[in-house]
């Protein structure tokens, strides 16, 4: 079967939902909480679990889950390696 191209929009969606189950993955094999993820971010956990949870955002107009910042802080907290880092970021 051929294979559809995605729009930029469902590529960013997709791309959203990777850095979710990454973050959610990492978290788990570090042994860390929401709880502690979410310090380390000056946020609630309970705002972490909710910005975790893809389908939040699928109808948002805002479409972005961390900033920037957050982003930097948490792929140093989860120790991810350039090439992870690369693959999560590019579109």
């Known amino acids: 079967?051929?294979?559809v191209a995605l729009s930029p929009e469902q590529k960013k969606i997709y791309k959203v939902k990777d850095l979710a189950g990454w973050i959610d993955g990492r978290?788990?094999?570090l042994k860390l909480s929401q709880k502690d993820v979410a310090e380390s971010l000056g946020i609630t956990q309970s705002a972490l679990s909710t910005r975790?949870?893809?389908n939040t955002y699928k109808n948002n107009k805002r479409a972005d889950p961390f900033k920037?910042?957050?982003l930097l802080i948490l792929f140093?907290?989860?120790q991810?390696?350039?090439e992870e880092k690369d693959r999560l970021l590019t579109l």
């Open 1 to 3: 079967m051929p294979r």
């Open 27 to 29: 978290m788990r094999s």
């Open 52 to 54: 975790l949870n893809p």
């Open 68 to 70: 920037y910042g957050e």
């Open 76 to 78: 140093r907290l989860l």
């Open 80 to 82: 991810a390696t350039p």
